[in-house]
């Protein structure tokens, strides 16, 4: 599984093609389209087309919380926050081979997760972002910490846990000490896509 992930950002579907455009050619292998509060015919455009753009540059395609357009447009997968239904049901809708993400904020959340056997976990926030409303407590670098330290003194296996929230390209060293296996990057790659070239030059990618 790739290790770092753009989450789309923009208002409109023109900026969201476009950001997500220069994400792929700056080398990103793996996009989640997340446009909240969008109306639906924009979306299912956006999603469409991001696909096959997608598809071309061999790249992951997900999208955020859409279970049923995943389905439709047959994307990689979908991503789940908290409040966005059950990953045991969008498992049974889309089959064993896509992939399933889910958004975790405390250990309880993360042992959830590991239950419903979701590919992937998206912990955080790391920090404030200003890209998502309603956020859940910060985490910091000694919320990841103490989660994984919970886990080992569980004998738990790591799942495959992604940093979220205010990621830059500085984070990286200490989630990797932390023991964090990816990232998901939404504002940094959105304002300067060139720096997918420095994240994919670090040896966690």
């Known amino acids: 599984m790739e290790k770092l992930q753009y989450i789309s950002q923009g208002s409109t579907r023109q900026e969201q093609e476009q950001n997500i455009h220069k994400a792929l050619d700056n080398g990103i292998k793996w996009v989640q389209i997340r446009w909240k509060n969008a109306p639906e015919n924009e979306l299912i455009n956006l999603c469409e087309t991001s696909k096959q753009l997608c598809s071309e540059y061999q790249s992951i395609c997900i999208i955020n919380d859409h279970v049923q357009l995943t389905k439709t447009i047959d994307a990689d997968g979908v991503h ?17 081979n896509k992939i399933i993400g889910g958004t975790a904020n405390t250990l309880s959340d993360v042992l959830q997760r590991m239950n419903e056997s979701c590919n992937y976990i998206g912990l955080g926030p790391l920090r404030f972002t200003s890209t998502k409303e309603k956020l859940s407590p910060i985490l ?13 003194e569980k004998s738990m296996e790591i799942p495959k846990i992604f940093a979220i929230g205010g ?7 200490t989630l990797q000490q932390i023991g964090i296996y990816g990232v998901a990057v939404s504002g940094q790659i959105t304002n300067q896509p060139s720096i997918i070239n420095e994240f994919k030059a670090l040896s966690m990618f």
């Open 80 to 96: 789940l926050g908290l409040n966005d239904g059950s990953i045991e049901e969008a498992r049974i809708i889309l089959g064993d």
């Open 140 to 152: 910091g670098f000694e919320g990841y910490q103490k989660i994984i330290d919970q886990l080992h």
């Open 167 to 173: 990621v830059s390209l500085e984070d990286i060293q």
